[in-house]
């Protein structure tokens, strides 16, 4: 079928729907051309027969091909988790210290394998920024670390297994987040990086990612002053003409992170960005949310390219690398079957235990035994949204793996911003052993109080650092065990490190050494 004008500026459109099934004017919009390819958020999923019955309606109502895209890095940032298998993530698999690049590339082929199944044909993964600070609010343990060496070779296996899956890999965020002091959900940032160290650093994982056929890039809404102070790098020809297509001989898709985050919607008009990025030579525009937004998205891109501002032959460009893009990563048949297999599950296990360290330990004090007369006094500081792209915050599990091996022990689940009135009566209870478990308390300065002032408590204390391991320095004495990682696997592998099922091998990564 030939494409009209209007279905060719509609191929560079992606865009995003609330609620478990396609409302009527996101179904008439495929119908019409109007869009490329969908963008799933945990709002859209419920269960895997719920998700198989909505992207078969979208491939259904599409009048071309359609890739439908999801963020399902592992580790914190997953929007299929209930019924599907969970990945530790990316900071907990670089923690392994054997076959890492073997472990990476096949949990990431079964996270593919169940996206597949499911009519989804791409993932935004593998993150590849380089985690510089341990203050940067929207990286943590979405990275695979502070070396760039490390990164780059993990994050091909990632894209190899994810792509050996049958669903795109997307290395983002060009040119890196790991570095931003703000969150581009909430602001836009400015970074003053030097070219050398861009060159040298930031931009080696996808030197190395586009040497085991990388299918696409994933921009950040960031501006790199060194290369063009005045746009980001979603908006900027500079970063992507010059740098992605030409220095960087990259020939696959390039797409936007999510318009509609701050970083670009408190600063540019939709009439000037969604015209700016496709100038900048963007293959595909990324409107995540609202549809009066879609909507004006594609009305000035369409009005853009029959004026001539934007040039045909730029959307002709993109629509080639796209439909290059859908016959490489067709739709796949739905199989329910393979989605959250005993295999899958045995594959995330192993590989959240490898993960599992011990960066501090007292003689005498593991394993800890179910049956003995030891009072166990549990504190668990509750999940929270370190940053938007988590989406929302969903109950733990890990009460409910220490509850099975430990029957007996008193579990209390502090808010993620606890109160001195949360903490006073906890130091009146009495307890032979304390373990405390905590997510990102160095970033959340009264998480921080409380573990500070929980770990003076006469009993034995032991700490879990479910997130970013730098929690790990909270206390100044006792054990300390990291899972870098709160999905379900690292949870059920830390409770496992805890009863002496296994001695914890994992590694502490260079990016909690800083």
């Not at 070779?153 to 894209?159: P, R, W, Y």
Request: glycine share 6%.
């Amino acid at each position: 079928m030939e494409k009209t004008l209007e279905d060719k500026v509609g191929q560079i459109l992606m865009a995003g729907f609330d609620g478990l099934n396609a409302p009527e004017y996101f179904l008439e919009w495929l119908r019409e051309g109007r869009l490329g390819g969908v963008i799933l958020f945990a709002r859209n999923v419920e269960s895997p027969q719920q998700l198989a019955a909505l992207t078969g309606q979208l491939h259904e109502a599409a009048k071309y091909p359609l890739l439908i895209a999801i963020d399902q890095e592992g580790g914190t940032v997953a929007r299929l988790r209930e019924g599907f298998s969970e990945s530790p993530g990316a900071l907990a698999l670089a923690s392994i210290r054997d076959n890492r690049e073997a472990v990476v590339e096949e949990v990431s082929f079964v996270l593919a394998t169940e996206m597949k199944t499911l009519g989804i044909n791409w993932t935004y993964a593998p993150v590849v920024d380089v985690h510089y600070n341990s203050k940067n609010p929207t990286m943590g343990t979405r990275s695979f670390g502070a070396d760039p060496e490390d990164i780059a070779t993990l994050a091909a296996a990632a894209v190899r297994g994810f792509q050996k899956g049958g669903v795109a890999a997307s290395a983002k965020h060009f040119l890196g987040l790991g570095n931003t002091p703000i969150d581009t959900h909430l602001a836009l940032p400015t970074l003053d990086t030097s070219i050398e160290q861009l060159r040298s650093i930031d931009l080696l994982p996808y030197r190395v990612a586009l040497d085991n056929q990388l299918a696409t890039i994933m921009t950040t809404h960031t501006i790199f002053s060194a290369l063009d102070n005045e746009y980001p790098a979603t908006l900027s020809p500079i970063i992507i003409q010059q740098l992605i297509r030409d220095e960087l001989g990259f020939a696959g898709v390039v797409t936007t992170d999510c318009m509609e985050m701050k970083a670009i919607d408190d600063n540019f008009a939709i009439t000037d960005s969604v015209v700016a990025a496709a100038l900048a030579g963007v293959d595909i525009i990324l409107f995540s949310h609202t549809a009066d937004k879609q909507a004006e998205a594609y009305e000035h891109l369409l009005a853009a390219v029959q004026s001539g501002k934007v040039p045909l032959e730029l959307v002709e460009q993109a629509n080639a690398r796209i439909d290059a893009l859908k016959t490489r990563f067709p739709a796949g048949e739905p199989n329910l079957d393979r989605v959250y297999t005993p295999e899958h599950q045995q594959i995330m296990q192993t590989a959240a235990r490898a993960s599992i360290s011990q960066p501090r330990s007292e003689a005498g004090v593991l394993p800890i035994k179910a049956d003995d007369s030891h009072r166990i006094l549990f504190v668990e500081f509750a999940p929270g949204v370190d940053s938007p792209v988590q989406e929302t915050t969903s109950s733990s599990h890990l009460g409910y793996y220490i509850r099975q091996r430990f029957p007996d022990a008193e579990i209390i689940v502090m808010p993620t911003i606890p109160s001195q009135d949360d903490v006073a009566p906890i130091l009146e209870q009495r307890a032979d052993i304390l373990i405390l478990a905590t997510r990102n308390a160095h970033l959340i300065p009264a998480q921080e109080q409380a573990v500070k002032t929980l770990s003076q408590h006469p009993a034995t204390t032991i700490l879990l650092a479910l997130r970013n391991p730098y929690d790990a320095q909270l206390i100044e004495s006792g054990t300390v065990l990291c899972s870098a990682a709160d999905s379900r696997p690292s949870l059920e592998a830390i409770t496992a490190a805890l009863a002496g099922d296994f001695v914890p091998t994992g590694r502490v990564h260079d990016a909690i050494r800083h």
